[in-house]
């Protein structure tokens, strides 16, 4: 079934479910106006073709896209160069929720990897700036030292030329629900090249 965006379709429980999944998603996911977070698994196609994940924080979902930041040096980053498209997890067990929503990803602007970095703690602005290979190699109280010199003097933080911002597209999106009397199910939607998503039920 194809539904545009406002339409309201009827699931194959007979319940309604927003036909829109951005909705859907608004409703599931946090405000994220007290700082970044949830955490989500991002995945992304390996430059050696298997796949890559890692955990990274949402830092803002605006509606739209799902925003996330990073090195510009890392891994993720070289792989999203070479291919812009990615999956992210994002799973709330204590209320049997499981969100997964595959699709593209694109550089935000200056201005909104600027406001990202400002929303984050004092403690991952400074982890932005000394995150690198050297300092992963060196022992732990070298690195406590390290991160002490560079504390000092630096009341306020730029982000460093390697922040970078990215925001991903839904192109598919499923919502995965448990229960502890029910069988799980799964709302899946497709998005159209109209706008439009297609929407079907699936078991869990
Ligand atoms: C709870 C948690 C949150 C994390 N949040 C981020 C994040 O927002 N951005 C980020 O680049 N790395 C974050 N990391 C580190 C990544 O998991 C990963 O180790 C790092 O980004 C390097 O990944 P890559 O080599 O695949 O690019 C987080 C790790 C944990 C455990």
Do not use: I
């Not at 003097?153 to 911002?165: A, I, Q, T």
């Not at 991903?168 to 706008?195: C, I, K, Q």
């Amino acid at each position: 079934m194809t539904v545009l965006p406002g339409q309201v379709a009827a699931s194959t429980d007979g319940a309604a479910a927003p036909a829109d999944p951005l909705v859907l998603a608004a409703s599931w996911l946090p405000s994220t106006e007290d700082g970044p977070g949830p955490t989500m698994t991002l995945s992304t196609l390996g430059l050696d073709g298997y796949p890559a994940a890692r955990t990274v924080l949402l830092s803002r979902f605006d509606g739209e896209r799902l925003h996330f930041h990073t090195d510009s040096r890392s891994r993720k980053a070289a792989e999203l160069a070479a291919l812009p498209r990615a999956a992210v997890t994002l799973v709330w067990p204590e209320v049997a929720r499981q969100l997964v929503v595959v699709g593209d990803v694109a550089r935000v602007t200056d201005a909104e990897a600027r406001a990202a970095y400002a929303a984050r703690t004092r403690y991952l602005q400074v982890l932005a700036w000394v995150n690198d290979h050297e300092a992963a190699a060196d022992t732990a109280d070298r690195r406590r030292e390290l991160w002490a010199a560079f504390e000092q003097d630096r009341p306020e933080l730029e982000p460093p030329d390697s922040w970078v911002g990215f925001a991903l597209t839904p192109v598919r999106m499923l919502f995965w629900r448990g229960s502890t009397d029910a069988a799980s199910n799964r709302l899946a939607y497709e998005r159209h090249p109209d706008g439009g998503w297609s929407q079907e039920s699936w078991p869990g």
